[in-house]
């Protein structure tokens, strides 16, 4: 008899030669698929967009030293005093100037109009100290010029520029009594510090009551893990302070953890949903297809043809459809939401983090694997009917 | 014998298709009394078929008229005409063209669906057809459990259940084996002669032309033989 | 009608094809369920916003406290009926993850701004008669399976106390609110203020924001105005708000909740569109010969159109119907286990709107195969063309 391969091929060629006349049909897995992983890809590329900026936020080998108990900086409070302290640790690495490679911040929210929204939101005001490009070396100013001391000035993160009204050089933001003034843009290697606008911290505790700070960031000799654990055991131990010392990647991580969990769960659960009826769907189609050939089915199987050749052939179908779809939704995905910028609340931090939309290469891939199981699940049962039908039943249908 | 119950005068139709135009009748005229038992007979292509439909108000002639119990139907519209073959017209087709999904008595019910019938009124009208057809213990039954035989007499069921003026059959014993296509006739001669029906039939076997009272032949359109009762 | 047997038969003439046409559709709903029923939770706190409420809070943050002084400045404004204020706490229950709000208040003038809390007159009383005391929303009591007299210790992030980071609060009553619905909203625990201002290691004095009623809801812009004109050239300028504005721009700044609801529907609904129509149109194809007989038998050609409409009608709101009642049984369970959703549900509009939603995909899907339908050419349909 015919070879295994030959007979596949055989009914297969027919199948998809009759495809075209069943064009209806077949677009519905199409695009019903198109849509699922169109759908997929985007809302998990929100995911990935949000993950993509925490993970490039911070450094191994730097510190962030809060209160002991405080979730997060605007929670910390941090004296004066105990500010003092800190910087004077051994540990921290020293800079070219001899003065130590940290500094003591104030972190505080003021509210800016969102261009997208047209209402106020929060946006993160770091009061920094003059070493906050030594301290962190990822950072540099991209328009404009540095902070001048003791003026109220604002440089303001590049991504923060893009989703905030009111934010080019030369505006004025309502930072705390009154109105300071925008003087540069700088860029932070895409890490969530460009979301935020930095100000002088000695500026700043001269336009509020409160002194003090709410945190300070400090880099390490190196990120061993024996220098991590040596430096927060002499501060956790110190009876002067009561803090906590956490590496700046956990840190970062920590605070996304919610909303990353929340976006991906709404991706995964939509899907999961979706995908449900996508299957379906293409049970419908493919069971549809197998039902318009019963008789040319039939006759094959009458002629010689076994019953393996015929299921193999209707899920190379299925799969060639489904695989279409797929890579259609993909590449919709792709060019309508890769790099879309987005800002919205973590309601972790309580303030707007902007990230990018991300379609990465590992969710090309999932899309597209997903499309293929989905076109397995609805072609099976279809496949193994139309092998099964007893051929005297499906000829008589004639 | 008896007043003409169909009345067909010089009837032409024609069909197009594409640039061709083909005539079926030609000015074809033909009375049919009530009480009646016609076989309508020829070769095919004969358009015998097509005389049928315009009898049964399925189709309106290109010229001449189609008068059924004093209605000239040829001059109806489509809404009157579905209207007029609700009440007047009973159809059995050679493959009996009942709907699978549904039951015997659901198939038979059909036409009592178009009238302000109450359900009761409606089952018992069906059980009645049912009854005359011999099938009142298949009522249940879908189609596709029925044998060919059951399920033509089912539908002429059907085709009496609304006690129509006509009944128009169109080779309604074509897929039917000899014994059960005589059963099957045999049924339509007992509604002619004992329930009075008017019967029209197409047919081109000569032995279910024998359960006809009279026989009328077509030719290209034409009559072939005299047509007067 | 009498109809109804024949478009449940030719629904069900292919099993399989409808069964799943139908789960596909019946899914569709269930998302839109879901979805809509999670939009409405978030923008609840627009809707139960009390009419004659403002909110005055820092102008370049919320997260800005403002003076106590500033509540003599407030009540003397015209228009001003009640005033009385707030902080955020912010505090831990054993772990990050079981979030909720805690608010020291001022008990008295709090509990009477907001009627929507339904307290026992008895543990109104203890609460203002204890010091440490606490009441907390019934839903919170539920899910930690607290009771009256229980000790509960929440751990400070942001306001240590004299003492320490854990702060101790005696349950001295458990509230609901007025309309189920609202629970949502109002899931938070309060505790006196001045407590919280004694026993805070740092910034007595201050509070979080005020919280004002107006005589007349109609003057609130006008009395929102003079306070924050007032108190402009303080050492901390205000933003006055309605309460609704107030918590419109809270959801404002997660974004646009509704649009990513609305694209995400909207393309599910766009190929259920094509997956059901494709499914009416083959329906029709498949019994051109069949509906050509109803029409021997006198069905005219609009019965026929209606035929199909009806059956398309049947296909898409059971099928809807079906969805839209999974998601109304799934959504209860759901919404006890996320924080500050309790209470949310498939509520009524959104029932009749998927309804809606459902006769105008079936009229979108059954129109043109109806249509079809009423054209069938009985003479060309029985003679097999």
Known sequence: MIPFLRQIAAVTTMNLKSVPSRLGTSLVIVIGIAGVVGVMTALLSMAAGFKATLASTGRADRVIILRGGANDELSSVLYREQGRIVLEMP???????????????????????????????????????????????????????????????????????????????????????????????????????????????????????????????????????????????????????????????????????????????????????????AVFGALNTMYAAVSTRTIEIATLRALGFGGAPVVVSVLIEALLLALAGGLIGAALAYGVFNGYSVSTLNFQTFSQTAFAFRVTPELLAQGVSGAVLIGMLGGLFPAVRAARLPIVNALRAA | MSQALVNIRDVHKHYTRGAETIDVLRGLSLEIGSGEFLALMGPSGSGKTTLLNLIGGLDT???????????????????????????????????YNLLPMLSAERNVELPLLLTRLSKAERMKRVAIALQVVGLADRARHKPSELSGGQAQRVAIARAIVADPTLLVCDEPTGDLDRKTADEVLGLLQTLNREHGKTIVMVTHDPKAAGFATRRVYLDKGQLATGAAA | MRFLPLVWAALWRKRPRTFFTMASIAIAFLLYGLLYAISNAFNKGVEVAGADRLVVISKYSLTQPLPYSFLNDIRLIDGVEAVTWASWFGGVYQDERNFFPQFPVDAQSYLDMYPEIVLPAEQREALLRTRTGAIVARTLADRFGWRVGDRIPIQATIWTSKTGDTWEFDLVGIFDTADPSARGQFEMMLFNHEYFDEARAFGQGIVGWYIVRTVDPARNAEVANAIDARLRNSSNPTKTDSEKAFNQSFLKQMGDIGLIVKSILGAVFFTLLFLTGNTMMQSVRERVPELAVLKTLGFNDSRVLLLVLAEAAALCVIAALAGLGIAAVLLPPIANKLPGFSGMGLDPQTFVIGVGIAALLALAVGLPPALRASRISIVDALAGR
Do not use: C
Not at chain 1, 248 to 272: C, D, H, K, M, W
């Open chain 1, 91 to 277: 540990g921290i690495r020293k800079g070219a100037d001899g003065a130590p490679l940290a500094s003591a911040e104030l972190y505080m929210l003021t509210d800016v109009v969102k261009k997208s929204s047209g209402g106020a939101s929060n946006v993160i005001v770091r009061g920094v100290a003059r070493n906050v490009w030594q301290l962190r070396p990822e950072a540099r100013i991209v328009a404009g010029r540095d902070l001048e001391p003791g003026r109220r000035e604002v440089l303001v993160g590049r991504a923060a520029q893009s989703q905030f009204a009111g934010l080019e050089i030369g505006d004025a933001v309502e930072v705390r009594d009154g109105p300071w003034q925008v003087v540069g843009v700088f860029e932070a290697e895409g890490g969530s510090h460009e979301s935020e606008i930095w100000v002088d911290v000695d500026t700043l505790h001269g336009a509020i009551p409160r002194q003090g700070y709410t945190g300070v960031t400090a880099q390490l000799e190196d990120a061993r893990a024996e220098t991590f654990q040596a430096f927060k055991d002499r501060l956790t131990t110190d009876p002067r302070l009561t803090v906590q010392v956490q590496r700046e990647p956990e840190y970062y991580a920590s605070r996304s953890q919610a909303l990353s969990n929340f976006i991906n769960g709404l991706g995964y659960t939509v899907t999961i949903i979706m995908a449900i009826g």
């Open chain 2, 61 to 95: 002639p290109s010229g001449g008229s189609v008068t059924v119990d004093g209605s000239r139907i040829d001059a109806l519209r489509s809404g009157a005409l579905a209207r007029w073959r609700a009440s007047h017209v009973g159809f059995v087709f050679q493959f």
